[in-house]
């Protein structure tokens, strides 16, 4: 995603597309506005005919104003690019306190001061905004498929750089598994299983070598 810097037009057209631009923008909001207020102040009955009327007469002054506000500033704008030799939000910053100033020039030096800290304040806002919203929205970079340290830390089950956890051995695993009042009761069990595993059958055979008791006999004699 590109700054509001680099996606603008180049310099000389850019005066033009802002001046459309900023026409465009002060004729619709204007508009809404002025027939908003007209349409309140008429009486009943011609409420809808006062509202046009409001916006005939005073859309098209709202419109231009805007764009002699969007002139003069490209125009300030492409004067600082000149100047600097490159884009940054400090053109549009002091191109806008130069047009609230220019604008207010007529009023004394006094009022032209204060337009152009307003001008310069209002963009500084709007520049730090655009640049919160690009920083908010920008895509993380996506990894390169043939790197060759990616591709040994893929295969190794670890990324360079970052402490793995020691892999515990499968024995230890099963060990431990077995835990709590669960593994109390069986878990000695085993162990003496593991230690003998003989022992089971030495028993199971001398059990058979032993004589057994005699089985009585009822026969008569």
């Not at 204007?30 to 007209?38: M, P, R």
């Not at 919203?133 to 893929?154: F, I, K």
């Amino acid at each position: 995603m590109g700054t509001p810097e680099t996606s603008r037009e180049p310099c000389p057209d850019r005066i033009l597309d802002d001046v459309g631009g900023a026409f465009g923008m002060g004729a619709v909001g204007g508009s809404i506005f002025h027939f908003l207020k007209g349409t309140y102040n008429s009486p009943n009955g011609e409420r809808l005919v006062g509202g046009a009327q409001a916006v005939r007469m005073n859309a098209p002054r709202v419109g231009g104003s805007f764009a002699v506000w969007g002139g003069l500033f490209s125009a300030f704008d492409c004067t600082m690019v000149f100047m600097r030799q490159k884009e940054d939000p400090w053109n549009s910053i002091i191109a806008g306190a130069a047009t609230g100033g220019f604008l207010s020039m007529r009023q004394g030096p006094g009022a032209a001061g204060r337009s152009a800290l307003m001008g310069g304040m209002l963009l500084a806002l709007i520049e730090g905004a655009g640049l919160m919203l690009n920083r908010v929205l920008a895509t993380p970079p996506p990894l390169p498929a043939d790197d060759p340290n990616l591709a040994a830390a893929m295969a190794g089950g670890g990324i360079p750089g970052i402490p793995q956890a020691p892999m515990a051995p499968p024995e230890a695993a099963s060990s431990s598994s077995v835990g709590g009042w669960f593994g109390g009761l069986f878990g000695k069990k085993e162990e003496e299983k593991k230690a003998s595993p003989s022992g089971g059958k030495s028993e199971i055979l001398e059990s058979f070598d032993t004589p057994s008791a005699p089985i009585p006999s009822f026969e008569y004699k």
